[in-house]
């Protein structure tokens, strides 16, 4: 079974830039599709971007388009999340997600998914 570790969370200031990591244990997670969600306080858990097991293919949520960049070495069995121009509404914990039977574009709605225990990122304005 794959299990997944979030780390490189903290507090930052609006604008800044953060980069967390997903290190998977288990060769299968190269031949998953995988992904970030994040939770803020108080509200549901929201997808925020996908990416496939080839790395060739991403998905982005509208509000972090432009802003965060996903990325993936199935060599190393991580995925990153690349996070500029951080705002207060991005605080949240974010989880790391590999999808056992979706793709990139259904990783939102799968009732598969592994998860991460997540990282928290909070963001000060």
């Known amino acids: 079974q794959v299990q997944l570790v979030e780390s490189g969370g903290g507090l930052v200031q609006a604008g800044d830039s953060l980069r967390i990591s997903c290190t998977a244990s288990g060769r299968a997670f190269s031949t998953y599709a995988a992904g970030w969600f994040r939770q803020a306080p108080g509200k549901e858990r929201e997808f925020v971007a996908a990416?496939?097991?080839?790395?060739?293919?991403?998905n982005y949520a509208d509000s972090v388009k432009g802003r965060f960049t996903i990325s993936r070495d199935n060599a190393q069995n991580t995925m990153w999340l690349q996070m500029d121009s951080l705002k207060p509404e991005d605080t949240a914990v974010y989880y790391c997600?590999?999808?056992?039977?979706?793709?990139?574009?259904?990783?939102?709605?799968?009732?598969?998914?592994?998860w991460g225990k997540g990282t928290l990122v909070t963001v000060s304005s």
């Open positions: 990416i496939s097991w080839s790395e060739r293919s991403t």
């Open positions: 997600a590999a999808t056992v039977s979706g793709t990139i574009w259904t990783i939102a709605r799968n009732t598969d998914n592994l």
